[in-house]
C-alpha cells in the first residue's frame, strides 16, 4: 500500500487550520478589540478587521488545497513526498541515509487516529502531519527493515557459497534486524518524586504572572480587591495567606504540567537507535541514533543532588527543518529524566560505551569571584546612589540583598565548577545554587575551541574558554571563565591532538 501515492488524515486539516489560526492570532485579537470598543455602526473601521479575517481564511485556505494535494510512497529505496499549490514540489530521501523516524500525537490525534511523522537523514528531513496510525506503522517498520537489509547487503552477498541456501537463511537471520529492548520505564511513583522535585513551578510563576499583568491592564483589579481588604485587620497577613497560596498553587500546576509531559516514560534499544517514548495530552516517541550523539548533559537541581536523582540528555545534530515540530528543542533528546545517578552511569556505560561518566576536578582560581562580582557591583552602585539620595533613603537595603546573591552566585559557580581532560574526552560542571549542568563531550565531536582574554585578566594569567558542538541544526557553546591561562592553553592542545597528558 505504501508504494502507491497515500494522502494525508483529514485531521490535517484541522491542524492546518489551526496552525494558520496560530500565525494570525494577534492581528485577530486586535480585530476583535477594535471591534468590541468601536462596535459595528462605523462601516470604516470594519476594514481593518475584515482585511485580518480574510487573510486568516485565505491562508487557511491555501493550507488546506497543500494538505489536499500532499502525496508520499515509495519508490526504488526513495521515500518520495510531493505537496504544493501553484506548483509542484517534490522531495526524495534516500531510505539508507535516513536516520530517525520520529512520531508525536496530540489529543485529537489520539482520539482520531492520527500520527505526525517526521523523517529526518542527515541533510534534509520530510514531516508528514497527519497521517494514520497504521501507516506510520507500516511505514517506521518498513524504512527500519529495508534499511537494515541495504546496510549488510553486501555483508551477505561475500559470504561462502557451498550450501548456499542455508547459509542465506543463516545470514539473513544474523542480519535481521534487532528488536527493541526496554532498558528503562519511568514508574508512577518515581514520575510522582520527578513531579514535586521538578522545577515545573517556575514556568508557572511565569504563566501567571503574565496574566496577572495582563488581566490588571484590561481589569482594575484593585476596585474588586481593596473592599475585601479593607474588612481584613491585618493586611500583612493576608499578602502572606495569598502569596503562600499562589505559591502552593503554582507548586502543583508545575508539577501536573511534568507529570503530564513525562507520562509512561520509556527508552528503548535496539542496537543502532535509542527511542524515547513519552506524554500523556501529547505523545511523543523520538528516536536517536547512537553516533548521532554529540554529548552527554546532566542536569541536577540542588533537591535533585541530594536525594541522588540525576536527569541526562544527549545533544544530537538534525539538519532538517520542520514547520509544525511539536518539540521545540531539536538539538537536545532526554534519554534519562528521573534515576539514581550510579545505575543511570552504569545503564548508559552499557548501551553507549563511547561515553564514559569521568569526574571533574572542582574549584576555580579563587580570584574568579572577585572579577565575576566586580562589573555587576559598578553597575548596582550606578543605578543605587541617585534613587537612594534623591527618591528613597532605604534603597541601599535592596542594593546590599542584590550584592550579596551576586556574591553567593560567584562564590558557588568559583568553587563548585570545574573541568578535567580525559584520553580522548573533557568534562565540564558548570554550578549555580539552584542546579549543576555537566557536559561529557568527545574531542572528535568538537567543531571548534575559542581562546578569550582581554587586557585586565590577560596581566593575572587568566582567561576564559570556550568548546562548540553541533546541537540540531545549528551549535552550542560552553566552557570555563577566569581559569588559569595555562589550563586553558592544556586544553587547546589537548583538541588540537598535541597533548595526551594535559588534565
Known amino acids: 500500500m505504501m508504494f502507491n501515492p497515500q494522502k494525508l488524515h483529514p485531521i490535517s486539516y ?18 476583535v478589540f477594535i471591534v468590541m470598543t468601536r462596535g459595528l455602526d462605523n462601516l470604516g473601521d470594519l476594514i481593518f478587521p475584515v482585511a485580518i479575517l480574510s487573510i486568516s481564511l485565505i491562508s487557511s485556505a491555501f493550507k488546506a488545497i497543500k494538505i489536499y494535494k500532499t502525496r508520499y510512497w515509495i519508490e526504488n529505496d526513495q521515500l518520495i513526498m510531493t505537496w504544493g499549490v501553484f506548483s509542484k514540489n517534490r522531495k526524495e530521501l534516500n531510505i539508507e541515509r535516513i536516520q530517525s523516524v520520529d512520531t508525536s500525537q496530540n489529543i485529537a490525534h489520539q482520539l482520531l487516529g492520527g500520527v505526525n511523522l517526521s523523517v529526518k537523514t542527515p541533510s534534509d528531513g ?24 541495504l546496510k549488510n547487503k553486501e555483508a551477505v552477498e561475500v559470504e561462502p557459497s557451498e550450501n548456499e541456501s542455508e547459509q542465506n537463511e543463516r545470514n539473513l537471520a544474523e542480519h535481521k534486524p534487532k528488536e527493541d529492548v526496554v532498558f528503562f520505564q519511568l514508574s508512577v511513583k518515581d514520575l510522582l518524586k520527578m513531579s514535586f522535585t521538578s522545577g515545573g513551578i517556575f514556568i508557572v510563576f ?14 482594575d483589579v484593585e476596585d474588586y480587591i481593596s473592599p475585601l481588604l479593607n474588612q481584613i485587620v491585618n493586611l500583612t497577613f493576608v499578602i502572606i495567606s495569598f502569596v503562600i497560596l499562589f505559591i502552593f498553587i503554582s507548586y502543583i500546576i508545575g508539577s501536573l504540567i511534568v507529570f503530564i509531559r513525562n507520562y509512561k516514560y520509556q527508552l528503548t534499544y535496539d542496537g543502532e537507535l535509542l527511542t524515547v517514548k513519552y506524554g ?35 545533544i544530537i545534530t538534525t539538519d532538517g527543518q520542520f514547520d509544525s515540530n511539536e518539540e521545540t528543542d531539536i538539538g537536545s533528546v532526554t534519554i534519562l529524566p528521573f534515576m539514581k545517578k550510579k545505575e543511570a552511569y552504569k545503564l548508559l556505560e552499557e548501551i ?8 571533574v576536578d572542582k574549584g576555580l582560581p579563587v580570584q574568579g569571584i572577585r572579577r565575576r ?25 535592596i542594593g546590599l540583598v542584590i550584592f550579596l546573591i551576586m556574591l553567593l552566585f560567584a562564590t558557588v559557580i568559583t568553587m563548585k565548577s570545574g573541568f578535567k581532560v580525559y584520553d580522548d574526552s573533557i568534562v565540564l560542571l558548570n554550578a549555580s545554587p539552584f542546579e549543576y549542568s555537566t557536559i561529557w563531550a568527545k574531542r572528535d565531536k568538537i567543531l571548534t575551541f575559542e581562546l578569550h582574554e582581554n587586557p585586565i ?37 589537548w583538541y588540537k591532538g598535541g597533548r595526551d597528558d594535559a588534565s
Open 14 to 31: 484541522v491542524s492546518g487550520f489551526l496552525r494558520s489560526l496560530k500565525e494570525n492570532v494577534f492581528p485577530l485579537i486586535f480585530a
Open 126 to 149: 520530510i514531516e508528514l502531519d497527519t497521517i494514520t496510525k497504521k501507516q506510520s506503522d507500516e511505514l517506521s517498520k518498513y524504512i527500519k527493515e529495508r534499511k537494515h537489509k
Open 206 to 219: 511565569a504563566a501567571l504572572g503574565s496574566l496577572l499583568g495582563f488581566l490588571s491592564q484590561v481589569i
Open 280 to 314: 500523556l495530552l501529547t505523545v511523543q516517541k523520538r528516536t536517536v541514533p547512537i553516533r548521532r550523539i554529540q554529548a552527554l548533559k546532566e542536569e541536577e537541581s540542588l533537591f535533585r543532588r541530594a536525594i541522588g536523582y540525576t536527569k541526562i540528555s544527549a
Open 352 to 359: 553507549i560505551p563511547q561515553f564514559q561518566f569521568n569526574s
Open 373 to 397: 562580582v566586580f562589573i555587576p557591583t559598578l553597575i548596582l552602585l550606578i543605578a543605587v546612589v541617585p534613587i537612594q539620595i534623591y527618591l528613597w533613603s532605604y534603597t541601599w537595603i
Open 457 to 493: 585578566i590577560k596581566r593575572k594569567d587568566i582567561a576564559h574558554f570556550n568548546i562548540h558542538l553541533a546541537y540540531g541544526n545549528s551549535m552550542i557553546s560552553r566552557g570555563m571563565r577566569f581559569i588559569h591561562k595555562k589550563d586553558a592553553l592544556n586544553i587547546y592542545n
